[in-house]
Structure formats: structure tokens, C-alpha cells
């Protein structure tokens, strides 16, 4: 089990340009979300995916879009990045029961110029 | 609508001494608690949980939390810490009611240093 994987792990982008953070999980896990994390500002959830086909925004949903592709794959993208969005972009995915325990990916760091 | 509380942003202990991480939350239903470790580098993986029952609940690594609802905490403690705990611990809360569309609201983090 790889568990939650994302790609890429870095990236640097300049202001205006687009691209698409991907996730993926081998659990079955039913629900997937997508996290910031900023200094002193903890985790923020920008979207969530309760189960396929369904995608809810979160906290910090501005700037972004979501797909969830199927059950396994739940992708981020920024249209036209600012530099307000560098950041690290952790994916998780859960059961989706009550308990709610999420597993993480290893994160993206994402820079904006 | 949750939030939780984690007074401060950096502890420092010695090695071998006791480790309280403090947590308080703000629920208007009854919650499901967490705790997360982030060693450098990496995602956060899952400490220790409270969902029901025994109020006071064992993690990974020595871990422990008690749940206590009249002062509505969560603290995190260890008896003696080393120096592989030294990380970013986060808090976090959860609406038991919500089902699938339940979210996990997170805390700033506390960072964690071990002094040998």
C-alpha cells in the first residue's frame, strides 16, 4: 500500500500560470480533501470530495478548482496562480465514517514568483 | 461551527521530562477530538483520537490525551520526552453528527523542541 501519494513534490511558478496539483490513494477511502498549510495559520481545507462524483468547498476555496476523478483520484488546480497561494498543499483521504480519521500525503510545496 | 485553541506556538522541554500540549475547543455538539504529529518534512499522521467511551485515551509513542468535557480540553501529554518527539503537533475537532460530510477543523500547531 502506497497509502496517499501526490505529485509533484515541489513546484515554482511564476504569477498568471496555471497548473494542476494530483492525488491519488489506494485505501478505498470514500472521502478526499485538500489542505493548505501556511506558518502560524495550522491546516485549512480548501475543498473536500464526500465520495466520487460529489466535491464541497472548504475554508479557502478562492483561486482554486477540484476534480475528483474517481474514487481513487482527486486533483487541485490553480487557473492563474498568485503569490498569496505559495504554500503546501497536503491531500487526505478518509474512510468518510464518523470517526473521520484522515491520512495524509507527503505534500506538494508550491511557490509562486 | 468548531474551532480549537492551542495556547502558543513553540515548547521547549528536556529530554526525559514531561510534555503537556495544551488544546481547547469550541464545539456546539459533541465532538470527536484528534490529535496529529508532523515530523519535519512530511504529512501529518494520526496520534491519537477520541470519539467515545474512556475519556482518557493512549496514542502512538507514548502518547496520552484526556477528553474533559466542564473545561472542554483536550491536552496532550507525554511522561518523559526524547528526542525523536521534537515535531509540530496539531489539534483538531470534528462534528460527530455530520457523517460523510463531517470535516476536520484544525489548530495552529505547536512546535515541539526536545533539549538533551
Known amino acids: 500500500n502506497a497509502g496517499v501519494t501526490q505529485t509533484p513534490k515541489f513546484q515554482v511558478l511564476k504569477t498568471g500560470q496555471s497548473m494542476t496539483l494530483q492525488c491519488a490513494q489506494d485505501m478505498n477511502h470514500n472521502s478526499m480533501y485538500w489542505y493548505r498549510q501556511d506558518p502560524g495559520m495550522g491546516l485549512r481545507l480548501i475543498y473536500y470530495s464526500a465520495s466520487e462524483g460529489t466535491t464541497d468547498k472548504g475554508e479557502v476555496p478562492n483561486g482554486y478548482n477540484v476534480s475528483r476523478l474517481n474514487k481513487r483520484e482527486f486533483s487541485l488546480r490553480l487557473e492563474s496562480a498568485a503569490p498569496s497561494q505559495t504554500s503546501v498543499y497536503f491531500c487526505a483521504s478518509s474512510v468518510g465514517n464518523r470517526a473521520h480519521e484522515q491520512y495524509f500525503g507527503p505534500g506538494t510545496r508550491l511557490t509562486v514568483t | 461551527a468548531q474551532s480549537v485553541t492551542q495556547l502558543g506556538s513553540h ?86 453528527r455530520a457523517g460523510a460530510n463531517s470535516k476536520l477543523t484544525f489548530g495552529k500547531g505547536i512546535t515541539l523542541s526536545v533539549r538533551p
Open chain 2, 11 to 96: 515548547v521547549s522541554v528536556s529530554e526525559g521530562a514531561l510534555v503537556l500540549l495544551r488544546c481547547n475547543y469550541s464545539s456546539s455538539v459533541p465532538p470527536y477530538l484528534f490529535w496529529y504529529v508532523q515530523y519535519p518534512n512530511q504529512g501529518l499522521q494520526l496520534l491519537l483520537k477520541y470519539t467515545t467511551g474512556a475519556t482518557l485515551v493512549k496514542g502512538i509513542n507514548g502518547f496520552e490525551a484526556e477528553f474533559k468535557k466542564s473545561e472542554t480540553s483536550f491536552h496532550l501529554t507525554k511522561p518523559s520526552a526524547h528526542m525523536s518527539d521534537a515535531a509540530e503537533y496539531f489539534c483538531a475537532v470534528s462534528d460527530r
